[in-house]
């Protein structure tokens, strides 16, 4: 894959410190809410997940589940841990996690995002496709640039390129889109023999990242003057 695809773990709570103390005090409260308890659980396995802790991911998923067994980030959170355990069976297994989440909450946004991710990895790009559209559209998802950039991802590889440069540009042209997504852009305008719009580009993304290597060798490709570094 020419783009890494973003899968979106991130939940309210920002450190795993902080969910490990707030579930201690709901631990210890017994009429704490449960879908509370069930969204605190869901946080804490995916720091766990981003830590490579999976065992300790999957014990916060199945408590997250035994509490609330209608809380549909917990199904997604369990799809994507077991997406990165990566092993055939639990592959196969993904995909159960990630349709009931979307079927007990089809406005979850993050879950189209990363059932696409999966879905791209096994193959099923047209309903990745879907998926990212989904996502991608929803203004005030949070992710939302991450799944434009998955998105565009997705029609490069099947060889959509006309389609992976509108979606590049509309990342870009939101302000917060990665420097690859510029890279990316920048290869498909050269590939198009657009060499004017690959300039255009490469500009706006020296002004956002200064002179990255990656944006330095593209420089040269595309025989541009050298500009003051940031």
């Given at each position: 894959?020419?783009?890494?695809?973003?899968?979106?773990?991130?939940?309210?709570?920002?450190?795993?410190?902080?969910?490990?103390?707030?579930?201690?005090?709901?631990?210890?409260?017994i009429?704490?809410?449960?879908?509370?308890?069930?969204?605190?659980?869901?946080?804490?396995?995916?720091?766990?997940?981003?830590?490579?802790?999976?065992?300790?991911a999957?014990?916060?998923?199945?408590?997250?589940?035994?509490?609330?067994?209608?809380?549909?980030?917990?199904?997604?959170?369990?799809?994507?841990l077991?997406?990165?355990?990566?092993?055939?069976?639990?592959?196969?297994?993904?995909?159960?996690?990630?349709?009931?989440?979307?079927?007990?909450?089809?406005?979850?946004?993050?879950?189209?995002?990363?059932?696409?991710?999966?879905?791209?990895?096994?193959?099923?790009?047209?309903?990745?496709?879907?998926?990212?559209?989904?996502?991608?559209?929803?203004?005030?998802?949070?992710?939302?640039?991450?799944?434009?950039?998955?998105?565009?991802?997705?029609?490069?590889?099947?060889?959509?390129?006309?389609?992976?440069?509108?979606?590049?540009?509309?990342?870009?042209?939101?302000?917060?889109?990665?420097?690859?997504?510029?890279?990316?852009?920048?290869?498909?305008?050269?590939?198009?023999?657009?060499?004017?719009?690959?300039?255009?580009?490469?500009?706006?993304?020296?002004?956002?990242?200064?002179?990255?290597?990656?944006?330095?060798?593209k420089?040269t490709?595309?025989?541009?003057?050298?500009l003051?570094?940031?």
């Open positions: 894959m020419v783009f890494r695809l973003k899968v979106y773990r991130t939940m309210a709570i920002a450190s795993i410190a902080l969910v490990m103390t707030a579930c201690q005090g709901v631990d210890r409260n009429h704490q809410n449960k879908t509370e308890l069930a969204k605190i659980r869901t946080a804490m396995a995916g720091q766990y997940i981003a830590a490579g802790r999976l065992d300790d999957k014990r916060q998923l199945d408590m997250a589940l035994t509490v609330d067994a209608g809380f549909a980030p917990a199904y997604d959170m369990m799809g994507v077991l997406q990165s355990e990566g092993s055939e069976a639990n592959l196969a297994r993904a995909d159960g996690y990630f349709c009931q989440a979307l079927k007990l909450d089809n406005n979850l946004m993050r879950a189209h995002n990363n059932y696409a991710v999966y879905l791209m990895q096994v193959g099923h790009y047209d309903q990745a496709i879907h998926h990212f559209k989904i996502a991608s559209t929803n203004l005030g998802y949070e992710g939302r640039v991450q799944s434009l950039e998955n998105l565009a991802a997705a029609y490069q590889r099947i060889g959509r390129h006309d389609d992976a440069i509108g979606a590049y540009q509309r990342a870009i042209d939101s302000g917060s889109a990665t420097e690859r997504s510029y890279v990316q852009l920048i290869d498909l305008h050269v590939m198009q023999s657009n060499m004017n719009d690959a300039r255009n580009i490469y500009q706006r993304a020296v002004a956002a990242f200064g002179r990255s290597s990656a944006l330095s060798y420089g490709q595309l025989q541009m003057p050298d003051p570094k940031n």
